[in-house]
């Protein structure tokens, strides 16, 4: 069978990979994502487990696909060559449901609204930098609550007209629930009334 089991295309060239097992980081690890439970660690635990409960029983146990973990850094900013991308790596993805993670650690999105198909098959837990550019704040919230291990938060042109005091509070919320945000950035983000809240 197929031995590459973890695939690292992203740009960072100084990117190393956490071994949270043993503590230390290695520019290539055989453990890449630690946070989702679609990582390729957490596929070939469940696997050797049914393996073990099929061999008890006595019947061969099937082949599954093997387990493989793309990591990838993602710009979703509508040239053609990013849809084309998109749209081969979509296809994958559904081709190789349960065995093909991908793991986006840097995700920065161009108008949110045309982007929104393309996120459900993103495994958005795994998302530790997020930059969006020109997206209403309902929008911002729905994916804050889902971007739970974030170390940087960078939000660009989010017009004003989409603030009301409910929605703020529960932007508020999210982020209060980063416990791992150590950065934040907010350009032409309008806080009128509101920099003491924040």
Same mark, same amino acid.
């Given at each position: 069978?197929?031995?590459?089991?973890?695939?690292?295309?992203?740009?960072?060239?100084?990117?190393? #990979?956490?071994?949270?097992?043993?503590?230390?980081?290695?520019?290539?690890?055989?453990?890449?994502?630690?946070?989702?439970?679609?990582?390729?660690?957490?596929?070939?635990?469940?696997?050797?487990?049914?393996?073990?409960?099929?061999?008890?029983?006595?019947?061969?146990?099937?082949?599954?696909?093997?387990?493989?973990?793309?990591?990838?850094?993602?710009?979703?900013?509508?040239?053609?060559?990013?849809?084309?991308?998109?749209?081969?790596?979509?296809?994958?993805?559904?081709?190789?449901?349960?065995?093909?993670?991908?793991?986006?650690?840097?995700?920065?999105?161009?108008?949110?609204?045309?982007?929104?198909?393309?996120?459900?098959?993103?495994?958005?837990?795994?998302?530790?930098?997020?930059?969006?550019?020109?997206?209403?704040?309902?929008?911002?919230? #729905?994916?804050?609550?889902?971007?739970?291990?974030?170390?940087?938060? #960078?939000?660009?042109?989010?017009?004003?007209? #989409?603030?009301?005091?409910?929605?703020?509070?529960?932007?508020?919320?999210?982020?209060?629930?980063?416990?791992?945000?150590?950065?934040?950035?907010?350009?032409?983000?309008?806080?009128?009334?509101?920099?003491?809240?924040?």
């Amino acid at each position: 069978g197929p031995k590459l089991r973890i695939l690292d295309l992203r740009s960072d060239l100084v990117c190393k #990979t956490i071994c949270s097992e043993i503590g230390t980081a290695f520019p290539f690890c055989f453990q890449s994502c630690i946070y989702s439970q679609h990582s390729i660690l957490k596929i070939e635990a469940q696997h050797r487990v049914r393996c073990l409960r099929i061999g008890n029983s006595g019947s061969e146990p099937q082949s599954p696909q093997e387990p493989m973990e793309l990591l990838v850094d993602i710009s979703l900013n509508s040239t053609l060559r990013t849809e084309q991308f998109l749209s081969f790596l979509c296809s994958k993805i559904q081709q190789n449901v349960g065995s093909l993670h991908v793991c986006c650690r840097d995700l920065q999105i161009d108008r949110m609204s045309g982007h929104k198909s393309i996120l459900q098959f993103l495994d958005l837990g795994c998302i530790e930098n997020l930059e969006v550019d020109q997206a209403n704040l309902s929008e911002v919230i #729905t994916l804050l609550a889902q971007v739970i291990h974030l170390n940087s938060l #960078t939000l660009c042109n989010i017009p004003f007209k #989409t603030y009301n005091r409910r929605k703020f509070r529960s932007f508020l919320l999210c982020l209060g629930r980063l416990d791992h945000l150590q950065e934040l950035s907010l350009s032409f983000f309008c806080l009128t009334d509101q920099l003491h809240k924040l």
